[in-house]
């Protein structure tokens, strides 16, 4: 069908350090909780933890995560590293620091508003969900709908925790990456399979989350609870 679409799912992935005693990052963590009340399953979180030059954070995983915000930072208006530090589909839009509670929903909700209500032109459909307490195996099914092909297209899956009820709902223990989708013909389905991934805890969810190659642009995301 040249004209099927589905609505988005969004991606914002927030960049904290938990470890810091002043209220920043509680704060924007609060306001992702309220955001997602509003929104519903039309957001989906990812709570990456970092180390920063004054305080380090348990939960960081510098090898894995910071690549990624480098990228990101690098790639955007500013340059400037800090916490909180909060990307809307990848380098879309970008909520950066704290000020209160309301300002960072208020400063979040003017961006997912803009784009919640645009068609989107992929599908993603996990499939061979295997998660125990040593591994995790996983695949999922990608169609391009609409009229038009699309290239280089890259899934990553990302691997959630929850630590705690309070700050710590979404934490993302692991982040894995597919290889280069060169192309994706309109109508076309594939499916794309990752490694059996190790861990130490079955995960509580999994987000699928589809992006350009350079993975500066985030299109489509799914969650799965396990």
């Given at each position: ?66 690549p990624l915000y480098t990228k990101y930072v690098e ?112 109508g076309e389905i594939t499916s794309v399979s990752f ?32």
């Amino acid at each position: 069908n040249p004209d099927s679409y589905q609505y988005s799912t969004i991606l914002l992935e927030a960049f904290v350090n938990t470890s810091n005693p002043f209220s920043y990052n509680e704060w924007a963590l609060e306001a992702l909780d309220s955001l997602k009340l509003r929104y519903g399953s039309r957001l989906v979180i990812a709570e990456y933890h970092r180390n920063t030059s004054q305080y380090s954070d348990a939960l960081a995983r510098p090898s894995v995560f910071e690549p990624l915000y480098t990228k990101y930072v690098e790639n955007s208006s500013s340059t400037l590293k800090a916490v909180p530090d909060i990307f809307i589909n990848g380098i879309t839009y970008r909520v950066q620091g704290a000020s209160s509670t309301g300002s960072v929903i208020e400063r979040l909700n003017a961006a997912v508003s803009k784009i919640i209500t645009q068609n989107n032109h992929f599908a993603l459909e996990p499939e061979n969900i295997d998660a125990n307490s040593n591994s995790v195996s996983a695949g999922c099914k990608i169609a391009r709908l609409g009229n038009l092909p699309a290239e280089n297209l890259l899934l990553r899956l990302i691997l959630i925790d929850r630590i705690n009820n309070n700050e710590l709902k979404r934490v993302v223990t692991d982040l894995q990456k597919s290889a280069i989708i060169s192309q994706l013909a309109e109508g076309e389905i594939t499916s794309v399979s990752f490694d059996t991934i190790p861990v130490n805890q079955k995960p509580e969810r999994l987000i699928f989350s589809l992006t350009s190659s350079d993975e500066l642009i985030v299109y489509q995301n799914i969650r799965v609870d396990l």
